[in-house]
């Protein structure tokens, strides 16, 4: 009987996170990113950023032609308009990170989770292990994008209406997180992310002399 141990290889997971503006999901995966294991996929946008936002960090900033370039390359894995501004995750930077088993996360909206989903490359799909947080109802939704106050009238009023369409969506994802306290969202995430990654589906067994 072979006696070697065992020992597994696996490939990384893409995290997806979607929730409507105001839902709370910014303030989880900022706290998600201060106790980083997973690679935070940085977005492209065309929209300005907000006071304390940070180029590179936050989001690539750029113009409407940048992005407009990008896609035209196909550099995008998915892209989507959203409140009005064209978003986009960059496809080289998640798969090289699958590739070598290392997890990304990433904050998309409800059109960019379903153009994942669409995709059809199997180390995507794979690979995806997408989350829902379902805020409790509109109108908390629309008292938190106020207090927030970083959107303007009109802007909150087109947030709201793109609210009520991506709560419809709840159901496509794999899990559903219904907003609680930000401690509680935490643990639910990283329960998530912990059963994850002990998916038998993505594992290999490697010998120790090849690990
Ligand atoms: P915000 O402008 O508030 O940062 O983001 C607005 C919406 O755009 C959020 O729902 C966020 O999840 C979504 N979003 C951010 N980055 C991307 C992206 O790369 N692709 C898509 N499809 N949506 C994104």
């Not at 995750?89 to 960019?112: F, H, M, Q, S, Y």
């Amino acid at each position: 009987m072979n006696n070697t141990p065992l020992q597994f290889r696996r490939t990384g997971i893409l995290f997806v996170i979607s929730a409507p503006s105001g839902a709370g999901k910014t303030t989880l995966c900022t706290a998600l990113r201060q106790k980083p294991d997973f690679v935070w996929s940085v977005s492209c946008t065309t929209r300005s950023p907000r006071s304390g936002e940070v180029d590179g960090e936050d989001y690539h900033f750029l113009s409407p032609e940048d992005f407009a370039s990008r896609l035209a390359n196909g550099e995008f894995l998915e892209h989507a308009e959203v409140h009005g501004n064209h978003y986009g995750t960059l496809k080289a930077p998640v798969l090289e990170n699958l590739r070598n088993g290392i997890d990304v996360l990433l904050d998309i909206d409800t059109r960019g989770a379903a153009n994942i989903r669409a995709c059809g490359d199997p180390l995507i799909l794979r690979a995806l292990a997408d989350v829902f947080l379902l805020p409790p109802d509109l109108e908390e939704l629309r008292r938190r994008l106020l207090r927030r106050g970083t959107e303007t009238e009109d802007q909150v009023e087109i947030r709201m209406r793109n609210a009520a369409r991506e709560m419809e969506c709840w159901r496509d994802y794999r899990y559903t997180i219904l907003n609680g306290s930000m401690e509680e969202n935490i643990d639910k995430f990283r329960a998530i992310m912990r059963a994850e990654r002990y998916l038998t589906r993505r594992m290999t067994a490697v010998s120790p002399t090849t690990a």
